[in-house]
Every structure is written in structure tokens, then in C-alpha cells.
């Protein structure tokens, strides 16, 4: 039985209560793992679950409000469906040395990648992709071309764990990016150096409330994978356009899967200086065809935008988050 740590709010001598905190009692509680109605939790006080939360969210807020200097770069991932996981995994496990953190609007992560095509279960992924279930551990029926995954949680619940289990990524959920940070950098170019982000819920009421000011995450590099047109999706292909950085939308075109998944992977690309695009929200950039319930090219696309970040990351210097020369 291990020592379960208790809170102090003793008196100060003006009889004023003191700020809690905890204790030395390193007395040890009856506890129970007994289902024939014996079960028996150590005892905990509410301001310590409270205290856990706050200590640890706001601490890695504080943390990743700017890029580390070298080697402990940032690179922030807005989006996590299944090319955002699969960027941030390659990222993760191959440098351990980056601070990876992830943005995602929904409360759950994931996208559209719960589900196969119109609700059903099975995922399909062609070939070669599938080398990345193996690498994850995800198993499926081969079916020549392609391979099936039984059900498309199984890979998304899987990719997910093995992400946020990297010591080095951190998950922002219910969180939205509402902007980018927008510097003119040591060229005089217009470079995309961080996100500015809020709650969902407050993101989605600005015109129901007063000014709800926003937060910054200041990087050298954003990976953007927002997915396809919506309320929060392909932001920065959109924010691209109001901001001047881009003419205009190229806009999604009709499903072709044969056309659509090569070109998102070989296209997958820093659109701007500082920001690289993936998956869906890359078709509504350049005008490519969707692919419909067929997950390969948003796993492959995941995976280049990694390659293309560090590629980014590594040609520039940075210092305190800002790129201040090229290498």
C-alpha cells in the first residue's frame, strides 16, 4: 500500500486559514481491489484533483508559449486527425529532442478517422501505406492493393496512444487556432512564426459575447492539417487568403482516389515560409480531387509534412522561437 499525500490547511495564529498544501504524513491507507463489494479507494481531498490538473495543464502552457532554443525547437501541429497523428508520430519518434505540440478544436482527436466511409467501420488504406500500421502495431486483412483495418478506431485509438505517450508531445484539445502570427522575418518576407489560439467554446461565441482576447504559441515551424472546408477546417489555407499570403483558394475538386492521394503526398509542402500543409486541408489550397474512405494518403501525407518541417527547421537558425537567419 503506498503513502497517499494529504493537504495541510492548518491555521496561521491570526486564525487566517493557510494555502494548501501538501504534507509529510507518509501514513499509508486502506485500500482494496475487491469486486464482492469490498472495494476501497485511498482518500483524496477535491483541492487535490483540482491542484493536479491546474499544476500540470498550465505548467505546459507556460512551457510551450515559445519555442525552446537549440536543439529544444518547437514545432506546433494544428489539427489532429489522421495526417496531424501521423506527422506528429513520425516527428515524436524521430526527434526526440523537439517539443511537438498539438492543437486540436474538438474535444475528441482523431477527425474523421473513427469511421470508414458513409459510418461504416472498416478502414481501407492502399499500399504502401500500410507499412505504418505495421510499424504502430495496427493489424489488418490483406487484401492485395489495399488493406483493410477492421475498425478504423483500432488504428486511430492506437496511432493516438503511441502519440501522446512521447514524452516530447503535448495535446491541446478543445482548443482552436483563431490566427497565425504573422512576422516579417530577417529577409523582409512575410513568415508564419506561431499560432494564436482560445478555447473552442469561446471561439465559437465571439459574436455572442464582448472581446474574449486570444493566446500565442510562438515556433519556427506550423504544420497546418485542418482537413477539408468547414467551420474549422483549412483555416490557414483560408487565413492564407484574408491575410494576402495566398490569391485565392484553390478549392477542393470532385473525388478521384487514383488522382487525389498521390497528389496530396507529393504536393504535401511548406505553402508559405514557416507553414507546412497536409492532408485535406492541402486540396482546398491547391484545387486537388478528394479521395473519399481510402486513409493511405493522409497517413503518407502526415509523414512528408514531418520530413518537410525538419527540412525547414533544419536550413534556418532560431532564437527564442524566431527564425533570425538562414543556415
Given at each position: 500500500m503506498a503513502p497517499v499525500q494529504t493537504l495541510d490547511s492548518s491555521k496561521t495564529e491570526n486564525g487566517a486559514t493557510k494555502p494548501l498544501k501538501p504534507s509529510n504524513d507518509s501514513a499509508t491507507h486502506d485500500v482494496a481491489e475487491n469486486y464482492e463489494g469490498q472495494y476501497r479507494f485511498a482518500p483524496i481531498e477535491e483541492a487535490q484533483v483540482s491542484r493536479a490538473m491546474i499544476k500540470r495543464y498550465f505548467e505546459s502552457m507556460y512551457e510551450r508559449a515559445?519555442?525552446?532554443?537549440?536543439?529544444?525547437?518547437?514545432?506546433?501541429?494544428?489539427?489532429?486527425?489522421?495526417?496531424?497523428?501521423?506527422?506528429?508520430?513520425?516527428?515524436?519518434?524521430?526527434?526526440p529532442d523537439l517539443k511537438i505540440t498539438i492543437i486540436e478544436a474538438n474535444v475528441a482527436p482523431g477527425g474523421g478517422a473513427w469511421l470508414g466511409g458513409q459510418l461504416m467501420t472498416p478502414m481501407i488504406i492502399r499500399k504502401p501505406a500500410n507499412r505504418f500500421l505495421q510499424e504502430i502495431g495496427v493489424p489488418y486483412e490483406d487484401e492485395g492493393a489495399y488493406v483493410v483495418v477492421k475498425h478504423a478506431a483500432l488504428f486511430t485509438s492506437t496511432l493516438l496512444s503511441r502519440v501522446l505517450a512521447m514524452p516530447n508531445v503535448v495535446m491541446m484539445n478543445a482548443t482552436a487556432v483563431e490566427d497565425l502570427i504573422i512576422h516579417e522575418d530577417h529577409t523582409g518576407q512575410q513568415r508564419v512564426a506561431g499560432v494564436v489560439t482560445n478555447w473552442t467554446l469561446v471561439a465559437l461565441n465571439h459574436d455572442t459575447q464582448s472581446c474574449m482576447d486570444p493566446n500565442t504559441i510562438t515556433c519556427p515551424v506550423v504544420v497546418s492539417a485542418t482537413g477539408h472546408d468547414g467551420p474549422m477546417g483549412a483555416f490557414s489555407a483560408k487565413r492564407l487568403v484574408s491575410a494576402g499570403l495566398l490569391k485565392e483558394l484553390g478549392n477542393m475538386r470532385g473525388l478521384d482516389m487514383n488522382r487525389s492521394e498521390p497528389a496530396i503526398v507529393n504536393n504535401t509542402r511548406e505553402v508559405a515560409p514557416g507553414l507546412i500543409m497536409a492532408g485535406m486541408e492541402l486540396s482546398e489550397h491547391d484545387g486537388k480531387n478528394r479521395m473519399g474512405p481510402t486513409f493511405g494518403g493522409m497517413i503518407a501525407s502526415g509523414i512528408k509534412a514531418a520530413h518537410e518541417a525538419l527540412r525547414v527547421l533544419d536550413s534556418v537558425n532560431v532564437v527564442r522561437g524566431k527564425v533570425v537567419a538562414s543556415v
Open positions: 515559445i519555442s525552446g532554443d537549440f536543439p529544444a525547437h518547437q514545432i506546433v501541429i494544428v489539427g489532429a486527425g489522421s495526417a496531424g497523428l501521423s506527422c506528429a508520430y513520425q516527428l515524436g519518434s524521430t526527434r
